[in-house]
């Protein structure tokens, strides 16, 4: 059962991986961001519940990784809103003024 | 052709067996495809929430009532509306007449197939030392108690990780000038 777990969490870190290597529009990035976000927070609850059940390490430690996922999300929409005001889009494939 | 069909009746007997953690996680890997591959953004964002409710479901079989709960708080409650008006605000350019992807889906689907493949073989092969004791009961309960107690220094962090977000996001979106 616990393989089927970490599957799911493995499948859903993959798309979200390919969501960030594909996605042109900079909100969708952010979107797949959140869904690896998610498959690793499947994997330390899993790991809780099978390996290390007397605590709730793993419990905590993903609701720390939520914290930091909202962290992300707040600082990223509001640099893409930057972008969407300064250059008028937010394909992040036309960005790359700081491309060396 | 015999290992295909052991590997089929297997599958079958897991469905069978958990109804219930195959549904949610169909529903999951079905809308994070969706998530990735729509090309409307807006539709995007609301498969993301059904991803989200999906493993906000999974949360509750694993035995964790707390993070499912404050999973539909934060993350469908707050973090999705957050895209959603970031959608709106920049809607001239996530409507559908423009290409949402890039030119490397092919590379991205080979190199994506190949982390999936080897993360999976690596948990086939690994060794679990595997305990079945049931979590600790009143799981708010511990966690609100170890989270005043043992993780209070990595509590107290995270907050001050998150009110420095809070005011980087307002100094980056603030108008200049004003």
Redesign the interface.
Known sequence: ????????A??????????V?????A??I???L??MF?SV??NL??F?????????TG??F???V??????????G??????L?RNW????I?HINIMKW | MSEISNALALFYE?VIA?PV?CLL?FI??LS??Y??TLRN?FH??IF?VL??FG?AG??VL???E??AA??VL??VG??AI??I???M??SH??SQR?????E??A???F???G??LV??GS??YSV?????????EN?TM??GK??MTD?VL?FEV?SI??L???I???V??RRQGS
């Open positions: 059962m616990m393989m089927a777990y970490l599957a799911l493995a499948i859903l870190f993959s798309i979200g991986m390919f969501g290597l594909t996605r042109r529009n909100i969708g952010l979107m797949s959140e869904l998610n927070n499947i609850v899993t809780n519940k099978f390996i290390g059940p007397d605590g709730l419990q905590i993903a609701i720390f939520v914290v930091v996922a909202a962290a992300e999300a707040i600082v929409l509001a640099i893409v809103l930057l969407y008028r889009g937010i394909e494939d | 897991f958990n953690f996680a999951t890997i994070a495809l998530v990735v953004i995007c964002a993301l991803a989200l493993v999974i949360y694993l035995g964790a707390f993070l404050v999973q934060i993350y707050a973090i957050l895209m008006f970031a959608i605000l920049t350019y996530s423009i290409s949402q992807n890039n490397q889906t590379v991205a689907i190199t994506c197939a982390f999936l993360s999976l948990f086939a679990w030392r595997v305990r079945s004791i049931p979590l600790p799981n511990t966690i170890l989270l993780f990595p995270v990780v998150l420095a977000a809070m980087g996001a307002i980056l979106a």
